[in-house]
């Protein structure tokens, strides 16, 4: 199974669990659940198209990109202030003690949702998120999901070059930003 279709099926699985989260969520907290619900609705319309089930809709992937850019970088960062974790929120206590990465982590998804919305011309190359560039894997190992070079200590691809590949290669960077902040920042339901 292509590690994109896991990612989408993460992305999905914690859509519904926060749809049903909402019922006690307000304020600022509701406003950012209802932003993640947003995004993994968008997730949800763009993966079928990426795995080639549905047909592939340049105008559908922008305006996913779109969205996930409205809520990424500074919009992000502003629905989690201090002191707002605590049920109903899913936000784990490592968002205010970690602030440096998860703030880097929102301005990476703005970055790579940018590039994924120029990348939608592009069409799907097939590559999912199996994908090699430059010899490095994208997924695994030694680059982006590993820390050393795209979601940690090293440089960060930036919009122009994702906007180069295909679409779904694109989209499998940009829900894997989602998916390592989740991992680090999200609680899990039980």
């Known amino acids: 199974m292509k590690k994109t279709t896991i990612v989408a099926a993460v992305l999905i699985a914690g859509t519904a669990v926060t749809a ?16 993640m619900l947003a995004m993994g609705k968008a997730v949800k319309t763009v993966a079928p198209m990426m795995r080639g089930e549905t047909a592939y809709d340049a105008e559908t992937v922008r305006d996913a990109a779109r969205l996930f850019q409205q809520h990424a970088g500074e919009s992000m960062t502003n629905l989690f202030p201090e002191g707002t974790g605590g049920m109903p929120s899913e936000a784990k206590d490592e968002v205010w003690t970690d602030w440096d990465r998860f703030a880097a982590l929102a301005s990476q998804l703005e970055e790579y949702s ?11 190359g097939g590559m999912g998120g199996n994908t090699s560039m430059g010899g490095t894997s994208m997924m695994g190992g030694g680059s982006m999901m590993g820390g050393s070079t795209m ?5 960060m691809m930036d919009a122009a070059a994702i906007a180069e590949m295909p679409a779904d290669a694109a989209f499998a960077m940009t829900t894997q930003v989602c998916s390592a902040c989740h991992e680090r920042f999200r609680a899990e339901e039980d």
């Open 151 to 155: 979601m940690g200590g090293g440089g």
């Open 114 to 124: 940018e590039g994924l919305e120029r990348a939608a011309d592009n069409g799907l």
């Open 20 to 35: 049903f989260a909402h019922s006690g969520a307000t304020g600022i907290v509701k406003e950012r659940m209802d932003a």
